[in-house]
């Protein structure tokens, strides 16, 4: 377990106070431990990149580490009625198809190298970006139609990038 592995995990830890946060309507704090969280994924990547320390682990962990955040953030979010349903179907459904297709061309024997593709990337960020949008906007109370735009720009993103893995997945499979 090297430094950006220990770092990746702390994201991991801060999402169930993030969540309970949430619930119990201290959205101040849940924005600072959403920001924290957001943080730690900058901060790994560049520690491994900057010390030559990238694993297996790594790479499967920061991505999945991604995901309990967003899929968690974006879960809370909508129950709450915080953010349209719509958005958190496109978002979850489009992690679920990517993580069938993984263990999809896992068990079939196939070679499954993650790697992030430019569109993935934007994804993650359009996504931290609405949720951490969102929060600022709750947390102090500000009225807002401006986030409507980010939301579709999300769900372009979120599809576009989940296309493009599935295509992917495809020509791996052959």
């Not at 943080?39 to 900057?50: C, E, Q, S």
């Not at 958190?88 to 069938?100: E, K, T």
């Not at 999300?154 to 495809?170: K, L």
């Amino acid at each position: 377990m090297n430094l950006p592995n220990s770092i990746t995990l702390i994201r991991v830890i801060l999402i169930p106070f993030f969540v309970d946060l949430m619930i119990y309507n201290y959205y101040r704090a849940a924005l600072l431990v959403f920001v924290a969280a957001c943080l730690t994924d900058a901060l790994d990547g560049m520690i491994a990149r900057l010390t030559n320390s990238r694993t297996e682990l790594g790479a499967f962990l920061d991505p999945m580490a991604d995901k309990l955040l967003i899929v968690s953030s974006f879960v809370t979010l909508a129950i709450l009625a915080k953010i349209p349903v719509w958005l958190v179907i496109i978002v979850v459904s489009r992690d679920i198809i990517l993580a069938l297709g993984s263990m999809v061309i896992y068990f079939t024997g196939h070679s499954l190298t993650i790697k992030p593709s430019l569109y993935g990337k934007a994804t993650t960020f359009m996504q931290f970006l609405v949720v951490t949008l969102t929060l600022v906007l709750i947390a102090y109370g500000i009225k807002s139609d401006y986030l409507r735009g980010a939301y579709w720009v999300t769900a372009g993103f979120t599809i576009a990038s989940g296309v493009q893995y599935v295509i992917r997945g495809m020509k791996i499979m052959g």
